[in-house]
């Protein structure tokens, strides 16, 4: 849904009004989602700026009351905080109806959000290493200079349920992440997702790809849609999940350590931070995205959104199970590691097990296969230029996923089998009702050391790489 002529005029009607800026020359969409769209606006020089950001809800109802209007009031919020964040010229109140129901404009914030670029590319060799100081300065900033009376609409959400929620939802069968939900609930941190500690407003998504980098560092904090009330930590801890670390070797953002991220934090808030409630975060977190892994593919196993790219994030789950049992289980997890034994790298194989077709969101070879033959039949034949060649990529991937499964088959079955019975189960739904019941509360180390076993064979089907484990 593009821009359409009154929308057009609408929205320099409105710039001319807030920002001395002329016609607007150009609107370029830059993302387009399910539920929201973001464009790159150029106007005419008129004494002000001339480039701009347009997001805007296509969805019928707005997810807030007053619509992105009350996002924008919330990066405002920051912005007067201290928070870098892009200038907000206005929103779905200052009328501009054609634009949209539901938008805010802000000014254009030059920068790169593109991780790979962030962490591999020379012009920002100076930005890696002021970035974890920066970003705990403007986490501070964001926890003790932004007053939740002047956001009431945000909501204090209990994560550990929601994402239990969506899990059962999804039918998603885990040994690991009920190891996880076990582990969480019975080592919860004083105010951890609870409201034992004075609340404050959350990000709720910091991280890089939310981040707008320059090559002095930090330029701007954007996507501020899962704004919401909660334990400060959880921001810290988020962070330093591993998958936010895009292939870098430190654990915040992949460029620096906890102690640089911690110390500007305590300096800049005045408060300690206790690393133990931020790992208590960071596990969550890694759990909460890999159920997010299997609510993307299960929107093309659905029949939702056929897509190559969310069937193929499905696997995935397995890194996180893995690194959720490396977090909890530490000593279990190598024990099970050193019983595997060595493991195939990419193109290599030998006969380990999988179980991908188990559980809601984590797609069968068949369904892989499928999925990319469709796309290879389709858009391939006809455009091998921009996003088509990336899910091409994409694809290439899933093929080599289901190859190496098919190599590694024979002895699936019977790996599987031998690990469930000496737990005296047959299936790893089984197991996972046993988990989730307690039954193993009393041997958790063991069980994770067995669940391990089949989370390592998993990956070295799905992705062999990540089974090279960063320190932290």
């Given amino acids: 849904m593009s821009l359409d002529p009154p929308g057009l005029e609408a929205l320099g009607e409105l710039l001319t009004r807030n920002a001395g800026a002329g016609p607007v020359r150009s609107a370029e969409q830059l993302t387009g989602g399910a539920s929201r769209q973001t464009y790159a606006v150029a106007t005419e020089t008129g004494g002000g700026p001339s480039e701009f950001v347009l997001q805007r809800e296509i969805s019928p109802e707005p997810r807030l009351p007053n619509g992105m209007a009350d996002e924008a009031d919330l990066v405002r919020t920051a912005r007067k905080a201290g928070v870098p964040t ?4 206005g929103t779905n109140r200052d009328g501009a109806a054609a634009v949209g129901h539901s938008f805010f404009v802000t000014e254009r914030v030059h920068g790169e959000t593109i991780a790979r670029r962030i962490l591999r590319d020379d012009r920002f060799e100076q930005a890696r290493r002021v970035l974890p100081s920066q970003l705990g300065r403007a986490l501070a900033a964001l926890h003790t200079g932004v007053d939740p009376a002047e956001v009431p609409w945000l909501e204090v959400t209990d994560e550990v349920g929601r994402y239990r929620e969506v899990a059962e939802e999804l039918d998603l069968v885990s040994p690991a992440f009920e190891l996880g939900f076990r582990w969480l609930e019975a080592n919860r941190p004083v105010g951890g997702d609870r409201t034992d500690r004075p609340l404050t407003v959350v ?4 991280r890089l790809g939310n981040l707008i980098i320059d090559e002095d560092g930090l330029a701007a904090v954007i996507d501020w849609e899962l704004g919401h009330l909660g334990d400060p930590m959880e921001d810290l801890g988020w962070l330093c999940v591993r998958a936010w670390r895009f292939g870098g070797p430190e654990p915040v953002a992949g460029v620096g350590g906890y102690g640089e991220l911690f110390a500007a934090y305590e300096e800049a808030a005045g408060v300690p931070v206790d690393p133990a409630t931020v790992r208590w975060w960071e596990t969550l977190g890694t759990l909460k995205w890999g159920i997010m892994c299997g609510t993307q593919s299960n929107r093309h196993l659905s ?9 193929s994030i499905g696997p995935r789950v397995a890194e996180q199970e893995y690194d959720v049992l490396r977090l909890i289980h530490p000593a279990a997890s190598a024990r099970a590691e050193a ?7 990419v193109g290599e194989s030998r006969p380990l097990g999988t179980g991908m077709a188990e559980g809601g969101g984590r797609p069968s070879s068949a369904d892989l296969l499928d999925a990319v033959r469709d796309f290879l039949l389709g858009d391939v034949s ?22 190496r499964e098919l190599d590694l088959r024979g002895d699936i ?10 737990l005296g189960f047959d299936s790893e739904r089984e197991l996972s009702g046993a988990i989730r019941s307690g039954q193993f509360d009393d041997r958790l180390d063991d069980v994770a050391e067995v669940v391990m076993g089949s989370v390592v064979d998993r990956l070295a089907v799905n992705n062999p790489r990540w089974l090279v484990a960063p320190e932290g």
């Avoid at 892009?86 to 010229?89: A, E, Q």
């Avoid at 019983?339 to 790298?345: E, F, L, R, Y």
């Avoid at 990336?390 to 093929?399: G, K, M, Q, S």
């Fill in 86 to 89: 892009p200038l907000v010229v």
């Fill in 382 to 403: 006809d455009s091998t230029e921009g996003r088509t060649r990336f899910h091409a990529l994409v694809a290439a991937n899933a093929l080599a996923t289901i190859g």
């Fill in 339 to 345: 019983a595997v034994g060595a493991v195939p790298s």
């Fill in 203 to 206: 990000h709720g998504d910091f």
């Fill in 413 to 422: 079955a019977e790996r599987r089998g031998r690990r469930l019975a000496g």
């Fill in 303 to 311: 029949g939702d959104v056929p897509s190559v790219e969310l069937v």
